[in-house]
């Protein structure tokens, strides 16, 4: 067994402990891997990411990433605190669409100019698709979607593939079907049985103070499960409207019961835990590859140090490690963007490839 094939055994098996543990105890699960692995992924993925400058043709392409993380947080921080926020509500749907679509030009275009005019225009082309208080099916994907379940689900799978497609792994191709297979499982297996109900800590730990993930499984539960709320109603009994439109307001008096309890919100969960867990398992198994602590020892430490203090915050209070986390954890997910984008673009070239010469790998590209 070469090295390759015993790293994909490997990941089948993560695979697999990951898909046993969302069905276990999934809200615990994943509270413990995103406070845990979570921050020694962010900083040990920038830092190797930093190394070989961002898959980008430019130098300081990257800083425009780091900008408009910066921009998230300012915004973030604007509406928790009740700031005056200059830009609209679609304002970060915007910039995300920026990053992500940019990236494109950040891995093929080197000319500074073409790129500048690029970003601008994708800029432009974002203020049409997005307005103000937009809640649709896209706007719903850029916001909520793309930087949490796409980002550690698709892309981590994407990833997964162009790794199989590219070296002609039969048990790359393995691992990539069980990778799809262990989210249905979870989905249609033990549908109406709990194994181990959430804990008191794991729902408060959830919701950190309004500051957790209680309102994105809400969302998600809205916008992919069809789930519906009561709509909310005066003294008099009139139905309630947001400010300025005729969509009504949820009652979600009942929506923890329905996050934590319902069949939907436990399924919901164990995908969620699932793809979380076995994405940060995927980026620490695969040490031996990507190398990504190969690395000055100075930055070592600061990394280690950075994660030890994440860890006690963590602990000590976990709404306090998300905040002191925000601004890192959305980084890395832009910062990942011309990765995501060389390793569907290489999906593609290495298909095409396939298609004309076969599977077998050629004595040049085995070299």
């Known amino acids: 067994m070469n090295s390759g094939t015993r790293i994909n055994v490997v990941n089948i098996g993560l695979m697999i402990f990951s898909c046993i543990a969302a069905f276990i105890m999934p809200f615990e699960v994943f509270l413990f891997a995103y406070a845990v692995m979570g921050p020694l992924h962010y900083l040990t993925e920038i830092s190797w990411l930093h190394d070989r400058q961002y898959f980008t043709k430019g130098k300081y392409d990257h800083l425009i990433l780091w900008a408009i993380g910066g921009i998230i947080l300012l915004e973030s921080l604007a509406y928790r605190n009740g700031w005056n926020w200059p830009f609209g509500s679609d304002f970060g749907n915007k910039i995300i669409f920026v990053a992500l679509t940019g990236s494109l030009l950040m891995i093929f275009v080197k000319n500074a100019f073409i790129k500048i005019f690029g970003l601008l225009f994708i800029l432009f082309i974002s203020n049409a698709i997005f307005q103000p208080d937009q809640r649709d099916g896209f706007a719903f994907f850029i916001g909520a979607l793309l930087p949490t379940l796409v980002h550690v689900f698709v892309f981590t799978g994407?990833?997964?593939?162009?790794?199989?497609?590219?070296?002609?792994?039969?048990?790359?191709?393995?691992?990539?079907?069980?990778?799809?297979?262990?989210?249905?499982?979870?989905?249609?297996?033990?549908?109406?049985?709990?194994?181990?109900?959430?804990?008191?800590?794991?729902?408060?730990?959830?919701?950190?103070?309004g500051e957790g993930f209680y309102d994105t499984n809400l969302s998600f539960l809205t916008h992919l499960f069809n789930i519906e709320f009561p709509q909310m109603k005066d003294a008099a009994g009139n139905l309630l409207v947001y400010a300025g439109t005729d969509k009504p307001v949820p009652d979600y008096s009942n929506a923890a019961s329905v996050v934590f309890h319902s069949q939907a919100g436990i399924l919901l969960m164990r995908f969620i835990a699932f793809a979380y867990t076995y994405h940060y398992?995927?980026?620490?198994?695969?040490?031996?590859?990507?190398?990504?602590?190969?690395?000055?020892?100075?930055?070592?430490?600061?990394?280690?140090?950075?994660?030890?203090?994440?860890?006690?915050?963590?602990?000590?209070?976990?709404?306090?490690?998300?905040?002191?986390?925000?601004?890192?954890?959305?980084?890395?997910?832009?910062?990942?963007?011309?990765?995501?984008?060389?390793?569907?673009?290489?999906?593609?070239?290495?298909?095409?490839?396939?298609?004309?010469?076969?599977?077998?790998?050629?004595?040049?590209?085995?070299?």
Request: hydrophobic residues 55%; aromatic residues 16%; glycine residues 6%.
């Open 281 to 367: 398992l995927n980026w620490f198994s695969k040490t031996e590859v990507i190398r990504w602590h190969k690395v000055p020892k100075v930055r070592f430490i600061v990394v280690i140090v950075l994660w030890v203090i994440s860890l006690v915050l963590y602990g000590v209070n976990y709404a306090l490690g998300l905040r002191w986390l925000y601004f890192l954890s959305f980084c890395h997910v832009l910062l990942e963007f011309p990765l995501n984008m060389v390793s569907i673009t290489g999906i593609y070239k290495e298909t095409v490839t396939i298609a004309k010469n076969g599977f077998k790998l050629s004595p040049a590209m085995a070299k």
């Open 158 to 209: 994407l990833f997964i593939l162009f790794g199989a497609l590219k070296s002609r792994s039969v048990s790359g191709l393995i691992s990539f079907v069980v990778f799809i297979v262990c989210p249905i499982l979870l989905f249609v297996l033990f549908r109406d049985k709990t194994f181990v109900e959430v804990t008191k800590y794991g729902q408060d730990s959830y919701i950190a103070n």
